[in-house]
Protein backbone atom coordinates (compact mmCIF):
# COMPACT_ATOMS: atom_id res chain seq x y z
CA UNK A 1 0.00 0.00 0.00
CA UNK A 2 2.74 2.30 0.57
CA UNK A 3 4.37 1.87 -2.76
CA UNK A 4 0.91 2.79 -4.22
CA UNK A 5 0.39 5.76 -2.42
CA UNK A 6 3.64 7.46 -2.70
CA UNK A 7 2.89 7.70 -6.65
CA UNK A 8 -1.05 8.37 -6.27
CA UNK A 9 -1.36 11.67 -7.24
CA UNK A 10 -5.17 11.84 -5.69
CA UNK A 11 -5.13 12.95 -2.01
CA UNK A 12 -8.48 10.98 -1.43
CA UNK A 13 -7.69 7.60 -2.71
CA UNK A 14 -3.87 8.05 -1.31
CA UNK A 15 -5.50 8.65 2.41
CA UNK A 16 -7.50 4.91 1.71
CA UNK A 17 -4.73 3.25 0.53
CA UNK A 18 -2.90 4.41 3.85
CA UNK A 19 -5.79 3.41 5.67
CA UNK A 20 -6.12 0.16 7.61
CA UNK A 21 -8.86 -1.61 9.93
CA UNK A 22 -8.43 -4.19 12.53
CA UNK A 23 -11.06 -5.90 13.52
CA UNK A 24 -11.09 -7.04 17.33
CA UNK A 25 -9.84 -4.31 20.48
CA UNK A 26 -9.16 -6.87 22.84
CA UNK A 27 -5.50 -6.93 24.08
CA UNK A 28 -3.74 -8.01 20.54
CA UNK A 29 -5.93 -5.89 18.28
CA UNK A 30 -4.98 -3.01 20.06
CA UNK A 31 -1.06 -3.91 21.13
CA UNK A 32 -1.21 -4.62 17.46
CA UNK A 33 -2.77 -1.38 16.47
CA UNK A 34 -0.09 0.90 18.10
CA UNK A 35 2.75 -1.61 16.38
CA UNK A 36 1.54 -1.04 13.12
CA UNK A 37 1.15 2.10 14.00
CA UNK A 38 4.80 2.60 15.09
CA UNK A 39 5.62 0.80 11.91
CA UNK A 40 3.72 2.64 9.66
CA UNK A 41 4.94 6.13 11.15
CA UNK A 42 8.67 5.98 12.40
CA UNK A 43 9.89 2.85 9.73
CA UNK A 44 7.72 2.82 6.71
CA UNK A 45 7.43 6.54 5.74
CA UNK A 46 11.38 6.55 5.95
CA UNK A 47 11.43 4.46 3.15
CA UNK A 48 9.05 6.25 1.35
CA UNK A 49 9.94 10.06 1.45
CA UNK A 50 6.89 11.08 -0.33
CA UNK A 51 4.56 10.21 2.29
CA UNK A 52 3.55 12.42 5.45
CA UNK A 53 2.85 10.29 8.19
CA UNK A 54 0.34 11.62 9.37
CA UNK A 55 -1.53 10.25 6.23
CA UNK A 56 -1.44 6.70 7.95
CA UNK A 57 -4.68 6.15 9.49
CA UNK A 58 -5.51 2.64 11.92
CA UNK A 59 -8.96 2.22 12.36
CA UNK A 60 -9.61 -0.36 15.41
CA UNK A 61 -13.13 -1.79 15.47
CA UNK A 62 -14.90 -3.81 17.88
CA UNK A 63 -18.32 -5.61 17.72
CA UNK A 64 -19.62 -5.58 21.05
CA UNK A 65 -19.30 -1.54 21.85
CA UNK A 66 -16.91 -1.67 24.33
CA UNK A 67 -13.23 -2.62 24.77
CA UNK A 68 -12.64 -5.55 26.52
CA UNK A 69 -9.63 -6.26 28.25
CA UNK A 70 -8.67 -8.21 31.08
CA UNK A 71 -5.75 -6.08 32.37
CA UNK A 72 -2.90 -7.45 33.73
CA UNK A 73 -2.30 -8.46 37.40
CA UNK A 74 0.69 -10.21 39.61
CA UNK A 75 0.34 -13.57 40.04
CA UNK A 76 -1.25 -14.36 43.13
CA UNK A 77 1.82 -15.72 44.61
CA UNK A 78 3.43 -12.93 44.08
CA UNK A 79 0.96 -10.35 45.17
CA UNK A 80 1.72 -12.51 48.57
CA UNK A 81 5.44 -11.31 48.89
CA UNK A 82 6.30 -9.60 51.73
CA UNK A 83 7.90 -6.79 48.90
CA UNK A 84 6.91 -3.58 47.18
CA UNK A 85 4.39 -3.52 44.71
CA UNK A 86 2.59 -0.98 42.44
CA UNK A 87 -1.13 -0.91 42.06
CA UNK A 88 -1.38 -3.48 40.51
CA UNK A 89 -0.14 -6.15 42.67
CA UNK A 90 3.35 -6.05 40.79
CA UNK A 91 6.93 -6.56 42.31
CA UNK A 92 8.79 -4.01 42.25
CA UNK A 93 12.56 -4.94 41.33
CA UNK A 94 15.63 -3.44 41.07
CA UNK A 95 17.56 -2.96 37.81
CA UNK A 96 18.79 -6.93 37.73
CA UNK A 97 15.23 -7.56 38.25
CA UNK A 98 16.08 -9.01 41.60
CA UNK A 99 13.77 -8.40 44.90
CA UNK A 100 15.60 -6.42 46.65
CA UNK A 101 15.01 -7.80 49.93
CA UNK A 102 15.38 -11.33 48.36
CA UNK A 103 19.14 -11.15 46.83
CA UNK A 104 18.96 -14.08 44.18
CA UNK A 105 15.08 -13.65 43.85
CA UNK A 106 13.87 -13.09 40.24
CA UNK A 107 11.01 -11.40 39.39
CA UNK A 108 9.86 -11.29 35.40
CA UNK A 109 6.97 -10.26 33.23
CA UNK A 110 3.24 -9.40 34.04
CA UNK A 111 4.96 -9.93 37.85
CA UNK A 112 7.05 -7.41 37.71
CA UNK A 113 7.20 -3.31 38.18
CA UNK A 114 10.54 -2.55 36.48
CA UNK A 115 11.60 1.13 36.14
CA UNK A 116 14.17 1.60 32.83
CA UNK A 117 16.30 4.76 33.60
CA UNK A 118 16.83 5.15 29.86
CA UNK A 119 13.15 5.25 28.83
CA UNK A 120 12.19 7.33 32.46
CA UNK A 121 9.02 4.39 32.98
CA UNK A 122 8.33 1.48 34.02
CA UNK A 123 8.56 -1.23 31.20
CA UNK A 124 4.85 -2.43 29.64
CA UNK A 125 3.77 -6.41 30.70
CA UNK A 126 4.12 -7.36 27.59
CA UNK A 127 5.68 -10.54 25.52
CA UNK A 128 8.43 -8.43 24.30
CA UNK A 129 10.10 -7.69 27.40
CA UNK A 130 9.17 -10.79 29.81
CA UNK A 131 11.47 -12.06 26.43
CA UNK A 132 13.87 -9.58 27.05
CA UNK A 133 13.62 -10.00 31.14
CA UNK A 134 13.69 -13.89 30.91
CA UNK A 135 17.67 -13.32 29.20
CA UNK A 136 18.91 -10.89 31.29
CA UNK A 137 17.88 -13.05 34.28
CA UNK A 138 19.65 -16.21 32.91
CA UNK A 139 22.47 -14.02 32.07
CA UNK A 140 22.47 -12.59 35.62
CA UNK A 141 22.32 -16.05 37.03
CA UNK A 142 25.03 -17.60 34.97
CA UNK A 143 27.31 -15.03 35.88
CA UNK A 144 26.74 -15.68 39.65
CA UNK A 145 29.58 -17.56 41.25
CA UNK A 146 29.01 -20.28 43.19
Not at 45 to 54: A, N, S, T, W
Request: proline share 8%; hydrophobic share 45%; with cysteine.
Amino acid sequence: MFERAVIEPDPGRRRRLLSFVLVGAGCTGVELATELLDLARKTLVRHYRGLDPREVRIVLAEATGQIWTAGVRATPVVEALPVERDKLGRAVVDETLELPPFPGVYVIGDSTHSFDPRLQAVLPPTAQVAVQQARSVAGNIARLEW
